[in-house]
């Protein structure tokens, strides 16, 4: 009698400790992966494979996807995305806070968008142009795209200091159809930030509509995240009822000292609405904030460090007090010296971080800024953290909730089909870490770290991240929302 042949795979993972990102409780197994999906997993005896490893006593979990990430020219400046993969990133969701590279051209980003790069890197008039510039850059990830709202007002008006005109918010609505048919998932906004704050609801509520009947959804940093975050919040559940479109709170926060506390209330606000709309939100696991440097932010802030300046570049990663100290200024005029510049807000409380981490079905999101001088350290750090810091040193929530924020909950919102779980024909997005050292290593005084613990990645069956380094590999796709 002859003997069944044995599996053989691509690559074979044993001795797994395997958190398939459902939420459910750990199980011990090996992993089957040929071409870009999962093959197998169960014992597989016999099982051989061109590429084996031993993951005994190793965590094996679904890539974890970023659900809130400014990596729009990251893909296209440096594909290798070691800052994200290095932490066990597979997948991103960039286009956030209203700022999308694409659809732009031959404009001078004004602040927040020129965090994205200068009027040389927003050349894509159309979001088709965009990714097929990514698909040439091959990322190391995959990336889906949102369609800024900021980057539709800067293209369609002559000044971005009053409401639309009919006209304007028609082109914008144009443009914004295409983005979607181009391959867009949603549309954000960022309406705390100058070129959308005199938007009116209505404006958002309009275009928010478009994207609805394309299927998409909508991202918001929301008008105000201090002390009036609760009629922001409130704001934002009225723009997805009245168009009827699935909202994302983004890197949901209380800031400055008068607000602090607030997310009692607006969890409760966010939690009641549940029940007839859908809400999700996301959080980076941090009590300070970075973005453009600005005059009216930083007295609500603790300190402020500022992370890149354009006149003056000597003074990133400096505190904002001393260069004032130095200079003998006031803020105002600090601050006008430096800009363009960016900067570090300490401006959040501990417990209200613990509160939005520990909310049902929070998703993970680093909001990292790849193009600062002197980042925030959750562009190297953020996922590292929750895991190692949050979960298991302080127990905030078991491993197998941490991993389910980072995979499946994402996966399920953004409508990623077949990543966020492992099982038998998903996509072979995959990293292997140590439960034991995971832990990030990017501090604010030195923020370009390799987190720790993070042993193994890999993105549709490929390797791309391997003992502390990157292999080279770039197999990372463009997603699309399945709604």
């Known amino acids: 009698m002859t003997a069944p042949p044995q599996p053989h795979f691509d690559v074979l993972i044993t001795g797994a400790r395997i958190i398939d990102g459902s939420g459910a409780d750990a199980y011990a197994g090996n992993l089957g992966i040929s071409g870009d999906r999962v093959q197998s997993i169960g014992h597989l005896p016999g099982a051989t494979a061109e590429l084996c490893i031993d993951a005994s006593g190793k965590v094996l979990a679904p890539g974890f996807i970023d659900a809130h990430t400014h990596d729009d020219r990251a893909v296209l400046s440096g594909p290798l995305m070691v800052n994200k993969v290095s932490q066990g990133v597979t997948s991103v969701v960039a286009g956030n806070c209203g700022v999308s590279l694409a659809p732009l051209k031959d404009t001078d980003p004004p ?52 409401p639309a005109r009919d006209a304007e918010l028609a082109a ?29 609801t209505t404006e958002v509520i309009s275009l928010a509509r478009r994207a609805a009947a394309h299927g998409g959804i ?70 300070a904030s970075s973005t453009v440097l600005m005059a009216d932010w930083a007295p609500g802030a603790e300190k402020v460090l500022v992370t890149w300046s354009v ?15 130095e200079w003998q200024v006031d803020l105002a005029t600090a601050v006008e010296r430096l800009s363009p510049a960016g900067a570090i807000y300490f401006s959040m409380h501990e417990d209200d971080l613990q509160r939005v ?34 979960s298991r040193d302080l127990g905030l929530f078991s491993l197998e909730q941490a991993v389910h924020r980072m995979t499946a909950i994402p996966a399920r919102v953004f409508g990623f089909r077949d990543r966020g779980r492992i099982r038998v024909g998903g996509y072979a997005d995959l990293v292997i870490f140590d439960r034991a050292t995971v832990i990030d290593q990017a501090t604010f005084a030195s923020p370009k770290q390799i987190a720790a613990g993070i042993e193994q990645v890999f993105v549709n069956g490929c390797r791309v991240w391997t003992q502390g380094q990157s292999s080279g590999d770039r197999p990372g796709r463009i997603l699309r929302r399945d709604a």
Not at 174 to 196: F, H, K, M, N, V
Not at 311 to 325: S, V
């Open 311 to 325: 006149p003056h570049p000597d003074q990133a990663g400096r505190d904002l007090a001393d260069i004032m100290a």
């Open 218 to 287: 909508y991202a918001t940093h929301m008008r105000n995240e201090g002390t009036r975050v609760l009629e922001s919040v409130d704001e934002t559940l009225r723009i997805g009822r009245e168009a009827a479109i699935p909202v994302v709170i983004s890197h949901h926060k209380c800031s400055g000292r008068e607000s602090w506390g607030l997310t009692r209330e607006s969890l409760k606000r966010i939690a009641r609405a549940r029940s007839t709309q859908s809400v999700n939100l996301d959080v980076y696991p941090y009590v």
């Open 111 to 162: 602040p927040p968008m020129n965090l994205l790069g200068d009027r040389e890197w927003y050349r894509f008039e159309r979001v088709a142009a965009y990714l097929d510039a990514v698909k040439q850059s091959r990322p190391a990830l995959n990336i889906a795209l949102l369609c800024g709202h900021s980057t539709l007002r800067a293209g369609s008006m002559d000044r971005l200091d009053r």
């Open 357 to 390: 981490l520990g909310f049902n079905d929070t998703m993970i999101g680093s909001d990292g800024l790849p193009h600062d001088a002197q980042p925030h350290p959750r562009l190297w750090g953020t996922f590292p953290r929750v895991l190692g810091h949050y």
């Open 172 to 200: 914008m609505g144009e443009r914004l159809d295409q983005a979607l048919e181009d391959g867009c998932i949603g549309l954000s906004t960022g309406l705390a930030y100058p070129p959308a704050i005199h938007a009116p």
